[in-house]
């Protein structure tokens, strides 16, 4: 990707966490600014800014309350559409990296109008700080190990720290093991199919009495970049 100096990408989301379910889209972009080199490594910074259009649905009939016949209770099942925008900074060379990013900048409150009552969720912004290193394994350049540290802050929440180990082996395999301070651990499993093809999944719990309500977490990703030299983009 040397050749290039601009990146586009974009997903779609859905995310539920009992009666709440969020959709979406976000378009991302990203400029990446080579710094002239110095010894034999290249370095680079990189700056980037989403923009995401987010539906936040809240099934009024799955909440659990202590007195249903509270006439402040909404049963209906009701959706808010809200924007949001994130940015990041970061740079990175060969063999090491670090940044800074607000995934939810603008953080808007969804509100939920029923029955001549309003119920809200307030989306809070969110501060994100990470490093990591890349640790060839032996001699080989195709395998090697990725630690990487995160630090994560919440408005009215507490501060947190993603500790989370990566192995990649051949160019094709993906290995990796997480622990959060919130009691929370993770393990993910990848296969580079090729360059242009990434498919992987990623299993995450918790150890503590909210686990009860929360459950556990399962992702899957699957990933495909769309190239052309005869167009210049990739």
């Known amino acids: 990707l040397d050749d290039y100096n601009m990146a586009v990408s974009g997903y779609i989301m859905?995310?539920?966490?009992?009666?709440?379910?969020?959709?979406?889209?976000?378009?991302?972009?990203?400029?990446?600014i080579e710094i002239p080199s110095w010894g034999y490594n290249s370095h680079y910074f990189s700056i980037g800014a989403s923009v995401s259009v987010l539906q936040h649905r809240l099934k009024g009939s799955e909440l659990v309350v202590t007195d249903p016949?509270?006439?402040?209770?909404?049963?209906?099942?009701l959706s808010s559409f809200l924007p949001?925008?994130?940015?990041?900074?970061?740079?990175y060379n060969d063999h090491v990296g670090f940044g800074f990013s607000a995934p939810q900048v603008l953080g808007l409150t969804a509100k939920f109008n029923g029955d001549g009552e309003t119920s809200s969720i307030a989306k809070a912004q969110h501060f994100y700080?990470?490093?990591?290193?890349?640790i060839p394994l032996g001699q080989r350049d195709?395998?090697?190990f990725i630690p990487s540290i995160w630090f994560k802050y919440?408005?009215?929440?507490?501060?947190?720290?993603?500790f989370h180990s990566q192995f990649v082996?051949?160019?094709?395999?993906v290995f990796g093991v997480g622990y959060n301070t919130a009691n929370a651990i993770k393990g993910e499993l990848g296969v580079i199919v090729s360059e242009q093809y990434k498919i992987g999944y990623t299993?995450?719990?918790?150890?503590?009495?909210?686990?009860?309500?929360?459950g556990d977490s399962h992702e899957i990703m699957f990933s495909y970049i769309i190239d052309s030299d005869d167009f210049g983009w990739y």
């Open 14 to 32: 859905h995310d539920r966490v009992g009666p709440t379910i969020t959709n979406g889209f976000t378009a991302n972009y990203a400029y990446h």
């Open 142 to 144: 195709d395998s090697y």
């Open 69 to 77: 016949d509270d006439p402040l209770v909404i049963g209906d099942d």
């Open 169 to 173: 082996i051949d160019n094709t395999f």
């Open 129 to 134: 700080g990470n490093m990591y290193g890349k």
């Open 154 to 162: 919440a408005i009215h929440s507490p501060f947190h720290v993603d």
């Open 84 to 91: 949001e925008i994130g940015l990041g900074i970061m740079y």
């Open 203 to 214: 299993y995450s719990t918790q150890f503590t009495p909210w686990n009860t309500f929360l």
